[in-house]
């Protein structure tokens, strides 16, 4: 009697999990992202996050903290442990890219930093598609938009300050992986 109370026990816990293990994925083409914008331009924001950086098999953690103001960003990479290992600002108007390395920073960090936030390309595709999360979202929590060989990765998501945000954004790129979890955002 024992055995089969636990069996149906197991049975009705693994059959009340089984809609979670199923993650629909909604791919997106870059053109439909683009129609479901707004043309609402973004004066400011502020954004919070975990960073998980990979290149190759050669990987970086820690955190991201983005902001923008008065057409200048300023993205400060920290360590696992709060100290700064890169600060990366941003001239829209110039289109400028200024990378400063910190000197406790090992040759390595800044190799795996450089591959993402050194390239012009890379780093306004960063922007453009944080600050632009797709419409879908509030219907879709997995979606996936291709643009430029880069794969756009949105999953989860949730409300801060009654902005819908995604819970992470994955960007993808031949060896290159950038997974930032948003903790804060500010619009």
């Known amino acids: 009697m024992r055995i089969i109370l636990v069996s149906l ?22 053109e439909e992202y683009k129609q479901a914008l707004t043309k609402k331009t973004t004066k400011k924001f502020k954004l919070n996050g975990k960073l998980f950086l990979f290149v190759n098999q050669k990987g ?19 360590s696992p442990f709060n100290t700064k290992v890169a600060e990366v600002s941003l001239n ?7 990378l400063k390395f910190s ?25 453009k598609f944080i600050t632009a999360p797709p419409k879908q979202l509030a219907t879709s929590k997995h979606i996936t938009i291709k643009y430029n060989k880069w794969d756009i990765i949105y999953q989860g998501n949730k409300i801060i300050r009654g902005q819908l945000v ?20 500010i619009l």
């Open 9 to 30: 026990f197991l049975l009705f816990l693994t059959s009340c999990s089984l809609p979670f293990l199923k993650q629909d994925t909604h791919n997106l083409s870059y």
């Open 60 to 78: 970086q953690t820690g955190k991201i903290l983005w902001s923008y103001q008065n057409n200048i960003d300023s993205i400060n990479i920290l």
């Open 92 to 98: 829209e108007l110039e289109k400028r890219i200024t």
């Open 103 to 127: 000197k406790e920073n090992s040759r390595n960090s800044e190799d795996l930093i450089s591959k993402i936030f050194g390239s012009e390309e890379s780093v306004f595709l960063l922007k």
């Open 166 to 185: 995604p819970n992470t954004i994955e960007f993808k790129k031949n060896n290159i992986s950038l997974k930032i979890f948003i903790v804060d955002w």
